[in-house]
């Protein structure tokens, strides 16, 4: 799990050193397994979309393609992006429409999908860049669809991450569940929120779901 460094600015560079650090985990063959209580919530998601009638998702920050495969299994349609082109590769490779691009500026229009996902991805961002990859979250999405967010945090810092095995090392920005709550209410409803600490680890995930704003009648 990440681990700061300490409390520096993020690189001039942001998106290209994380592209970097990701293509040669990828390579590396390094295998993630996405922790249960993620599972469960992303089950409950899954069962949320059921009940709405919602099948087109969008995934910001792809990764592997670990929850991707699972939506896809769930019988959900998923486009997605990722910074990382061997990310990208190995999720087309599972069915997966995605592309390569910034949380910042989603390629698609306006109101394309019913639900969004996003997993420990903006917290990669400094503040004003995930406050912007959030209003394009909600831009994609149909108004009144859910937003599933998941960050690694539970205090306020900044930093690298030391112990990475690649160069260069990962920033992250972790936040408190205050500041994450406040952030998220600025574009939508907080419709759940969940925290937990897995295995006793100082960090907590804290989970939410997000439903955008209804349109304007």
Avoid: K, N
């Avoid at 409950?44 to 919602?54: I, M």
């Avoid at 959900?76 to 910074?83: I, P, R, S």
């Avoid at 639900?115 to 420990?120: F, K, L, R």
Wanted: proline fraction near 7%.
């Amino acid at each position: 799990m990440p681990d700061p460094g300490g409390p520096t600015p993020p690189p001039d560079d942001l998106e290209a050193a994380l592209a970097r650090f990701y293509d040669q985990e990828s390579r590396a063959g390094t295998r993630r397994v996405i922790e249960l209580g993620r599972v469960a919530r992303r089950d409950d998601f899954v069962a949320l979309l059921a009940a709405e009638g919602r099948v087109r998702v969008v995934e910001v920050g792809l990764g592997t393609g670990l929850d991707a495969a699972a939506l896809l299994g769930a019988g959900l349609a998923v486009a997605g992006v990722d910074l990382s082109d061997e990310h990208v590769q190995r999720c087309r490779a599972l069915g997966v429409d995605a592309h390569r691009a910034s949380a910042t500026a989603l390629p698609f229009g306006d109101a394309s999908f019913d639900a969004g996902w996003s997993m420990s991805t903006l917290l990669h961002l400094p503040d004003a860049e995930a406050d912007v990859a959030l209003a394009e979250l909600v831009r994609v999405v149909v108004p009144g669809g859910p937003v599933a967010i998941g960050l690694w945090g539970g205090f306020d810092e900044a930093g690298v991450q030391d112990r990475d095995p690649h160069l260069p090392h990962r920033w992250f920005r972790f936040r408190t569940d205050a500041q994450v709550r406040a952030t998220l209410a600025t574009h939508g409803t907080v419709e759940r929120f969940d925290t937990w600490q897995p295995d006793g680890d100082r960090f907590t995930y804290q989970w939410a779901v997000l439903r955008t704003p209804d349109a304007t009648p």
